[in-house]
Structure formats: C-alpha cells, structure tokens
C-alpha cells in the first residue's frame, strides 16, 4: 500500500533557534491559506483513505528538516499552498523542487491536469523553483511537490473560496490516485 504524506502549508511552525510561532499563509476574504489548506488536507486524506491509502496529514510545530524526517518511509509528498499576488491574478500552478526528479515532475504534471480541469482555471503549468519544505523531503520519497491551487486574493467571496478549497481537495485525491495507478506504485506494495 502506498504512503501519501499531505503537508498543510503555513501554520505552526519552529525555527532553528526553538523559537515558535504560527503563520497564517495570504489572505482571501474572511479567510487564509491556512485554514483553506489544513480543510484540503483533511477533505484529501478522507477521500484517500476510503480507496485504501495510508495518509498521513503534517502539520506540525517543527523545523522544516523535521517535517523532512517525518516523511521517511512515504511514497508520495504533497505540500498544500495558495497563492497570492495582486488580487487579479489567477491560475493553478504544481512547483518542484529546481533539484526535482522525473517523478517529481510526473506527480506535479498529473496533479496540475487535476486541479485545471476540476477548477477551471488558467493553467500556469508545473515550475521549478527552490522550495525550502521540498528540500528537506528525503530521496527515498518516490515523488514530491508543492500545490498552488488558486488565488485565494483574487477570490470574491469566503464561500467561493471555500467552494474552491473542496474542489481542490477532490482534484488533487484525484491526481494522487492517478499517478499512483500509472507511475509504478500500485496499492498492494
């Protein structure tokens, strides 16, 4: 059986020096990346869970190289964001790691035709960037990425924005699924 770990983006969080705080993410009417993350996360994991995957939700009080040990034994590592700009911006966009393997780009190209289709949104395609949660996720996970759902700025309305977040979540269970079936990582392992 394959092992999903879905980190919810923003949140608590522990520097370096012990020092801990929280970190709500951008903001959307009445509402943050935060909580829209930490609902996708849940929503995701249910619906992963229904079709037999061992999932597991992050969102600890820890450094990054921690949630990075955290992940060991995964196979896939999924970090949920939301993106804000300039309040008129839209679009889905999946980022890997610049360092990021082919099948970190195989799961971020399978999620982004997820999440597009589900959406309906301006596909801002998969980018390569230098992703500090994605850094720290041990080699020995088969694939990992970065999800940027939607502008939650750009949004009219907490209920759209909630709307979008469930939506999200469907697509990117989804996306899992699907790359799961067709990447070698079959649920019996």
């Known amino acids: 059986m394959a092992k999903i770990i879905l980190e919810v983006g923003h949140g608590p969080y522990r520097t370096r020096n012990g020092k801990v705080g929280f970190e709500e993410g951008a903001n959307g009417p009445g509402t943050t990346e935060y909580k829209e993350v930490k609902i996708m996360a849940e929503l995701a994991q249910v619906k992963l869970t229904m079709q037999g995957y061992d ?5 600890p009080e820890e450094s990054l190289k921690k949630i990075g040990q955290l992940a060991l034994g995964s196979n896939i590592f999924v970090s949920l964001h ?20 082919k099948e970190d780009h195989n799961l971020a190209e399978v999620l982004q035709e997820e999440l ?25 996970v ?13 949004v009219a309305d907490a209920e759209t924005v909630r709307t979008m977040s469930e939506t999200a979540a469907h697509a990117i269970a989804t996306g899992i699924d699907r790359y799961i079936k067709t990447h070698g990582l079959d649920q019996d392992q």
Not at 55 to 59: A, H, K, N, Q, R
Not at 82 to 101: D, K, P, W
């Open 142 to 154: 088969q694939a990992a990425c970065l999800t940027e759902s939607f502008f939650i700025d750009s």
């Open 82 to 101: 939301l993106n804000a700009f300039n309040r008129m911006a839209q679009g889905t966009e999946v980022l890997i790691h610049r360092a990021g393997t």
């Open 116 to 140: 597009v289709k589900a959406l309906g949104l301006t596909d801002r395609g998969v980018k390569r960037q230098g992703l500090a949660v994605l850094s720290q996720v041990p080699s020995s």
């Open 55 to 59: 999932v597991e939700v992050l969102d």
